[in-house]
């Protein structure tokens, strides 16, 4: 009788411990911090800007670095910091981008993969320094603006602490620039104003990769 049920225990433990193995395999659920960078597509209306009014709305790079806390695994609080550079030597634009985030993330193949969606709000501070003939030193422009991020991307585990992430993050500024309140023009005057409530006038679309690590 004994020698038969050793048999099975010891199946019966092997079945066990692969199991607990494989469900350790998945994707950050506590927290974790993401290390990427990619290609930044600008888009500025009306290209008021220095910058863009003499180079266009060229590429550049992103570079990303984001921490979560995970209070569900499809559920997370983070922050995320941006920095953006375009250059059109020698005349160049950075951006830096700091905000809160709130992540939603939806998992499958017993929590090996990802997709998620994640807003923030919070500080962009943006900087550039354009070249005219003659002038040495270049005109200096810098303004911090209130920003607003959306993004989202695929989530994939690499190794047991390790995943990989492709990821797209819209960056937008200036939302909320109406200097008298008015949603148009009175009596109508054209004053040559948008009083719009809204206005998008510096867009960044981020696309790119990054390596995360957590558990």
């Known amino acids: 009788m004994m020698k038969r049920l050793l ?22 659920q506590t927290f974790s911090v993401a290390v990427g960078g990619g290609l930044t597509l600008p888009h ?3 290209n008021s800007n220095d910058f863009f009014s003499k180079n266009g709305d060229r590429a550049g790079y992103d570079l ?10 499809n559920f997370a609080l983070g922050v995320q910091y941006d920095y953006l550079r375009i250059a059109d030597l020698p005349d160049k634009m950075h951006l830096h981008y700091a905000r809160p985030t709130i992540t939603f993330r939806h998992l499958w193949s ?12 919070g500080y962009m501070n943006y900087q550039e320094r354009t070249y005219q003939r003659g002038n040495r ?11 607003l991020s959306f993004g ?9 602490k390790v995943s990989g992430v492709f990821r797209a993050d819209m960056l937008t ?35 790119g990769f990054a390596v995360q690590f957590g558990r």
């Not at 017993?110 to 807003?119: E, K, P, V």
């Not at 030193?137 to 920003?147: D, K």
């Not at 104003?193 to 960044?204: E, G, M």
């Open 152 to 160: 989202m991307g695929y989530e994939f585990r690499i190794t047991k």
């Open 44 to 46: 500025v209306e009306g």
């Open 137 to 147: 030193y270049g005109h200096l422009f810098q303004r911090g603006y209130c920003g």
């Open 173 to 207: 500024a200036d939302w909320f620039a109406n200097p008298d309140a008015r949603l148009s023009n009175t009596d109508g005057y054209d004053d040559g104003i948008d009083h719009s409530w809204f206005k998008n006038n510096i867009t960044f679309l981020n696309i």
């Open 64 to 73: 990303m670095l984001e921490g979560r806390y995970y209070f569900t695994p």
């Open 110 to 121: 017993n929590g090996n993969q990802g997709a998620f969606l994640s807003f923030g709000i």
């Open 7 to 28: 048999p099975i225990l010891f199946t019966a433990f092997l079945s066990y411990a692969g199991t607990s193995l494989q469900a350790q395999d998945y994707l950050p």
